[in-house]
């Protein structure tokens, strides 16, 4: 089937790190740690950023790109790996993170005729017409890069900024400092410092592994299609024809809602909810309103939406903050074309204890994902230590700390 929509790319740059300075403390090469070695064969994560910019396109390509370009190298300087490739050498007992001088992100520039309102919308949109405005990652047996960018201009109406990100080098945390990063130096134009919270962490003594669960991984893959299979090619998963893509809004006053509800009602819910769960099959969610993702500002304001593209291939539930900052949610959710849904019951889903008996399994799901969202909320009113949040680049590392909070919960 051909791509609807296509773009017309205009340019593939390659954008290097700014060269180190004297006191740099980024490193060249990282060693994946049990966190991370899980995630190693599979789909990189496509998000889209949407910014609303009506300018003609010579504005767009003679001063947004440059200041684009300046800024992702200066933010590259921090993140230095992230301009390398995953490798796993023969003398390597595991697969490492290499940056080697020259080595640079690829920087896809494209345009686009499609309706940036329409995409940008929360409605249902066929998925198949986002695939265009992410890049991909070009993987080999022998080496893959951690990191791919593009930025779409819509003439007159804006830009979508997307990203792919292998999976074993970024969890949502590390991607989502990233685009702060690179953010924060595009709006602050020559200051290139980033705030504390934005900077990486390399130190990997800082992870221990007392079960030796890393080598338990590490022999599951070499032995998958094995023996000794070093591969990194990713896996070749496609997404269900006709998928689309939509977003589902909670308020405030939805969670609260969702927490008295449960409350209330949880001896009859929790048998039905555990019902729901052998029926369906695992739920899994992708994402975190802690990510802070609408507030990826380059210079021209908050973004119009955040798109998460990856979910039509892994069926995931995407949490994300909202866009007007008060205090609610946004669920992005993959949806197949034929399953029409009713947009009467989606506004009683949150307003009653009746959603389990819709028939829509999406609906029966949202009543998962209400719990954890009603946990998500009950959760930030504990004490976090915020050294711990960015004691780590690949931030999966906060399973060790010492927060009940993060040894017991994980938002990819």
């Known amino acids: 089937m051909a791509q609807s929509d296509p773009v017309k790319v205009l340019d593939v740059c390659r954008v290097a790190p700014m060269p180190q300075t004297p006191n740099s403390t980024a490193q060249t090469t990282l060693p994946l740690t049990f966190f991370d070695v899980l995630w190693l064969r599979f789909l990189p994560n496509q998000r889209l950023f949407f910014y609303e910019f009506p300018y003609p396109e010579t504005t767009l390509i003679d001063t947004i790109l440059p200041k684009l370009k300046h800024s992702l190298s200066a933010a590259l300087q921090h993140y230095l790996p992230l301009a390398g490739n995953l490798t ?102 020559d200051d290139s410092t980033l705030a504390t919270e934005l900077t990486p962490f390399y130190d990997r003594t800082a992870i221990n592994d007392p079960s030796d669960i890393e080598k338990a991984y590490l022999d599951g893959w070499l032995a998958h299609n094995g023996p000794n299979n070093r591969s990194l090619e990713i896996w070749d998963v496609k997404a269900p024809p006709d998928t689309m893509l939509g977003t589902f809004q909670l308020t405030q006053a939805n969670i609260e809602s969702i927490k008295n509800c449960l409350l209330k009602g949880a001896k009859e819910l929790i048998p ?17 309103p802690r990510f802070e993702l609408y507030k990826t500002d380059f210079g021209w304001g908050r973004p119009s939406k955040v798109e998460m593209v990856s979910i039509d291939k892994s069926g995931a539930f995407c949490l994300s903050d909202s866009r007007d900052g008060n205090g609610g949610i946004e669920i992005g959710f993959p949806q197949l074309k034929q399953q029409k849904q009713q947009p009467e019951v989606a506004h009683q889903v ?44 690949q931030n999966r590392g906060f399973l060790a700390a010492s927060s009940k909070y993060y040894q017991r919960y994980e938002y990819d």
């Not at 023969?90 to 005729?113: F, R």
């Not at 039905?272 to 975190?288: F, M, P, Q, T, W």
């Open 88 to 189: 796993w050498p023969p003398d390597s007992g595991k697969p490492i993170i290499q940056y080697n001088e020259g080595d640079t992100v690829s920087l896809t520039v494209a345009e686009s005729e499609a309706n940036f309102y329409h995409l940008s919308g929360s409605i249902f949109r066929e998925a198949e017409k986002f695939h265009h405005l992410v890049p991909s990652l070009p993987a080999s047996k022998t080496t893959v890069p951690v990191l791919a960018l593009q930025v779409t201009l819509f003439p007159d109406a804006g830009l979508s900024i997307g990203y792919a990100a292998h999976h074993a080098v970024f969890d949502g945390k590390s991607i989502s400092m990233f685009m702060h990063s690179w953010a924060s130096i595009c709006r602050h134009g």
């Open 350 to 393: 949150f307003q009653n204890r009746g959603f389990l008996a819709a028939s829509s399994k999406y609906y029966q799901s949202l009543f998962i994902l209400g719990v954890l969202v009603m946990m998500f909320n009950m959760l930030k009113q504990q004490k976090q230590q915020p050294e711990v949040a960015h004691q780590v680049f």
């Open 272 to 288: 039905n909810y555990l019902s729901r769960l052998k029926e369906g099959g695992l739920v899994s969610i992708a994402g975190s």
